[in-house]
């Protein structure tokens, strides 16, 4: 099994909401990552979290703000969003180590 | 120099024949190499990865990695309209000793026209 799950699937949200996205993963992987993408470009590494520590921080805003309760759980909790920040945000595991990602199905937000 | 290098297409080919995906790459460290499909408003699945010298064959699909020309191509054989996506070249390098960081090339668009 190498599913990744995501929720919301779709999410609009105004620029003073506060929401969040969950992801979840239960193959035993210790390594996850939020990816922001936006449309025709390439998934943008946001934070990568090892060992349910934050590894990587690749300078995202602090309105964007990661957590990971544990080693099955990722979320992102936003708050104070711009209209461009509307993209897909995709949640990846893998096992620590340079080894596949496994890509989760995407929330789509749109920030009115 | 950008890190992973893909043409952006159109790629266009017939239906039944070879499309061939080029990509290349500027860190000769890198050491795993991958290829995602993505469908328009859909999330990369995988399709293959390699971490070896020549070839690696997977159904319709053959990864070619050649290290020394820092060079990585996807072909895929007999090519049906449902393999009409972008595909993303991926590239981990070394130095990452506890969580890996993914470069993705642009992305091709690939089209295969009945």
């Known amino acids: 099994d190498t599913e990744v799950t995501q929720t919301p699937k779709h999410l609009v949200m105004g620029m003073t909401n506060k929401k969040s996205l969950k992801c979840e993963q239960h193959?035993?992987?210790?390594?996850m990552y939020w990816y922001k993408q936006k449309a025709k470009k390439p998934p943008e590494l946001m934070f990568v979290y090892s060992y349910e520590k934050l590894s990587i921080n690749e300078s995202v805003p602090s309105r964007f703000s990661p957590e990971c309760p544990n080693s099955s759980l990722l979320n992102l909790h936003l708050h104070a969003l711009q209209p461009e920040d509307s993209a897909l945000y995709l949640c990846?595991?893998?096992?620590?180590?340079?080894?596949?990602?496994?890509f989760g199905p995407g929330t789509r937000l749109t920030v009115l | 120099q950008k890190e992973v290098e893909q043409n952006s297409g159109p790629l266009s080919v017939p239906e039944g024949a070879i499309a061939s995906l080029n990509c290349t790459y500027s860190?000769?460290?890198?050491?795993?190499f991958f290829w995602y499909r993505q469908y328009s408003g859909k999330s990369p699945e995988l399709i293959m990865s390699i971490y070896s010298n020549g070839d690696k064959e997977d159904g319709r699909f053959t990864a070619q990695l050649n290290k020394a020309s820092q060079y990585v191509s996807l072909l895929i054989r007999d090519s049906q309209p449902s393999d009409s996506a972008t595909y993303l070249c991926a590239v981990i390098n070394q130095g990452y000793s506890s969580a890996s960081k993914i470069i993705f090339g642009s992305g091709t668009r690939l089209s295969i026209r009945p």
């Open positions: 860190d000769r460290v890198s050491q795993s």
């Open positions: 193959m035993g992987h210790r390594a």
């Open positions: 990846a595991s893998s096992q620590v180590g340079p080894n596949t990602q496994y």
